[in-house]
Every structure is written in C-alpha cells, then in structure tokens.
C-alpha cells in the first residue's frame, strides 16, 4: 500500500447549508486536475453511521492518484433524511465536484459500501429515474463500484435488511410507496450504461451476497456491464480494510472505471 503520511489535508467542502451536507476532498501530493471518486459510506441509511468509516479509502485513494470526496448526507433518524433527503443530498454532493478545480468532473466514480452501495449506484442510475430526487445530474459518473451493496431494495425489503431499513428510507414498503421504489431501487433502474464492479464476501450475514448476484445477473440481461467478484471468505467490513485483498480488486479495476 503507498504511503499516505505526506498527503496534503482533506478539509470539509460543503455543498449545502445543513452540517450534514459536507463531505471532505483528499488530494493526491501533486497537481490536478485528478479523476474522482465519491465515496459513499453505509450503515443503513441511518444517523449513527458516517462518513469516517471510509477515511481509510479515501487517504489510499488519494495516495493512488485519485481525489476521494468522502460525502456526508441527512440519515434516516434525522430530520430531512429518508426519502427525498437522502438521495437529494447525495445526488447534490456528486454533483457539487463539478465546481471543484483539482477534480476531473469527466472522470467521476462512485463508491460505496453496503446501503453506500445502494447509493452509488443509484447515483449512477437516477438520469433514468422518473421522479429521482435532485434534478437532473450535472456530473455523470463514468462506473459505479459496489461493496457489499444494497442493489435491489424490493428484495431488501422482502428479506427484512437491517430490521426494516428499506421500509424507514422510504417511507413503507413497495405496495405503499411503489413510485419511489420505482425511482430509488438500481434493479429498477438497470440497465445504468456505466461499467460497474460489485464485490460481495461470502461470509457476509449483513447484507446477502445474493443482493449481488440477482442484480447482476438481471443486469447483464438487460445489456449492462457488470462484474461481480465474490470472496469466499470475506465478511461486510473487509470490504472497506484498505489491507484486505477485497480492495486489492477495487484498485486493479479503478483506472479502466474512471478512464
């Protein structure tokens, strides 16, 4: 793993009024512009969880080349999170490195671990959304990596995910609210028509690996490019352990995502 002790500070960014809607830009030791990736952290959607458990990629990310902008949103437990925050602040977040000079706004990847997933490919998706929060996307991102993600959350639901976590970010179940399952869920939203990378541990008892495998098989049918990696022996957090061989994955991939 490179060396991250001589990377400049990654200072806090807002990009909108409420203290939640921040993230922090970390910066490779040289000159821009960089291409970026957003990171989106998990926990559920829900207030208890942020955007430091990610700092750890995003330190490695910028000391491989890339800016990592480590984003911040309204959770469920909060006022304004759930649906439409949620997706309105990630989506302005994204959108808000198009006003950023080190970064390459041509060359964006989103990134996310568990409902972070979930997130960042609903960003990549959301053009296609017929009511998506945030208005039309400024920035397109040009792949998508998913850890352990929340991919269909119909089936999420179904299953009971995080004792509940789809019917609280969205208000109720598919029979309640189908139109913002419609607009919010990537299995309805596939084909995204961005390359896009899924890496699921075996082990996982969090968020099944067969989240990974419906989506991606339903996505390839519908002419998407999907790649899943499954490790064997791998459980939800080794996703996001910049020394696990998971990540080792996700940095062999990133140049062609971004290219």
Same mark, same amino acid.
């Not at 921040?22 to 960089?34: E, M, Q």
């Not at 499954?230 to 062609?256: K, M, N, S």
């Given at each position: 793993?490179? !060396?991250?002790?001589?990377? &400049?500070?990654?200072?806090? *960014?807002?990009?909108?009024? %409420? ?6 830009? !970390? ?9 970026? +990736?957003?990171?989106? #952290? ?18 490695? $990310? ?33 959108? #808000? ?10 060359? *964006?990847?989103?990134?996310? %671990?568990?409902?972070?997933?979930? @997130? ?12 998506? &929060? ?6 397109? &991102?040009?792949?998508? +990596? /998913? ?9 999420? #639901?179904?299953?009971? $995910? ?6 609280? @970010?969205? /208000? ?21 028509? +961005? &390359? ?5 541990? /075996? ?27 499954? @490790?064997?022996?791998?459980? #939800?957090?080794? $996703? ?7 990540? /080792?994955?996700?940095?062999?991939? @990133? ?5």
């Amino acid at each position: 793993m490179p !060396h991250c002790h001589k990377l &400049p500070p990654a200072p806090a *960014v807002a990009y909108g009024d %409420h203290p939640d809607q921040v993230a922090n830009l !970390h910066l490779p030791a040289a000159d821009g512009p960089f291409p970026a +990736v957003a990171l989106i #952290h998990g926990g559920f959607w829900r207030a208890g969880w942020d955007r430091t458990m990610l700092t750890p990629l995003a330190r490695e $990310l910028a000391s491989r080349g890339f800016a990592a902008w480590n984003v911040e949103y309204r959770r469920v437990g909060q006022a304004g999170g759930g649906w439409p925050g949620t997706f309105a602040d990630v989506a302005a977040a994204v959108d #808000h490195l198009a006003g950023l000079e080190a970064v390459d706004d041509a060359r *964006v990847v989103t990134l996310g %671990h568990s409902a972070g997933g979930h @997130l960042a490919l609903w960003l990549a998706g959301r053009a296609r959304a017929p009511a998506a &929060p945030g208005g039309p996307p400024r920035i397109r &991102p040009r792949g998508v +990596v /998913g850890l352990a993600a929340v991919c269909d959350l119909i089936s999420g #639901h179904a299953d009971g $995910l995080g004792n509940g976590a789809v019917a609280e @970010l969205l /208000g109720g179940g598919p029979a309640d609210v189908p139109e913002r399952y419609a607009s919010s869920s990537p299995a309805a939203l596939s084909p995204l028509g +961005v &390359p896009q990378l899924l890496v699921h541990g /075996g082990l996982d008892e969090i968020v099944p690996v067969a989240q990974s495998r419906g989506y991606a098989e339903g996505s390839r049918a519908r002419g998407d490019d999907v790649e899943l990696v499954e @490790l064997p022996d791998a459980d #939800h957090f080794d $996703l996001i352990d910049p020394g696990h061989a998971a990540w /080792g994955v996700v940095i062999d991939r @990133l140049p062609a995502l971004a290219s």
